[in-house]
């Protein structure tokens, strides 16, 4: 299966996974998905873009073994692993350093970063909620970027 096949598998099963599904502002959760697709540089950033948040959304239906068994490579699984929160719990800053152990899920994570930052997505004025997540965002964005 060539790169480009495994992309289009990709959109297909993050279309499957997100259907439905709305981000913070009530849009599509898709659109969030595959302009992380758009800001990869490689095909490689591009499938684990869109596939970044099918396992951690929806860990049953969507499992690594599950992408396995859909014939991706075990570097995108990999990097999609470094990508899931298993555990809803776990700290965020220990999230991000988890990501540093695969080169492309860092360069996915900047790309899901300044997704997330984009003041662009918000149609309502921002809470103190928002901005404290936005503060998150912007800790770990300088955190990653700074050191690749």
Not at 9 to 36: F, L, N, W
Not at 129 to 146: G, S, V
């Amino acid at each position: 299966m060539t790169k480009e096949d495994l992309l289009h598998k990709a959109i297909k099963i993050a279309s499957k996974a997100h259907k439905g599904q709305t981000d913070k502002y009530h849009a599509p959760y898709i659109a969030h998905v595959m302009r992380v697709m758009e800001y990869g540089k490689t095909l490689d950033e591009k499938i684990v873009g869109v596939l970044h948040d099918v396992v951690e959304d929806h860990p049953l239906e969507f499992s690594l073994d599950y992408l396995r068994t859909e014939g991706f490579p075990e570097y995108i699984i990999f990097a999609i692993s470094c990508l899931t929160k298993f555990d809803p719990e776990e700290d965020y800053d220990e999230f991000v350093k988890r990501t540093e152990r695969s080169p492309l899920a860092v360069a996915v994570k900047l790309n899901d970063l300044r997704d997330n930052m984009d003041l662009r997505r918000v149609n309502r004025e921002l809470s103190p909620k928002d901005i404290k997540r936005f503060n998150k965002y912007l800790k770990a964005y300088h955190y990653l970027i700074d050191k690749y």
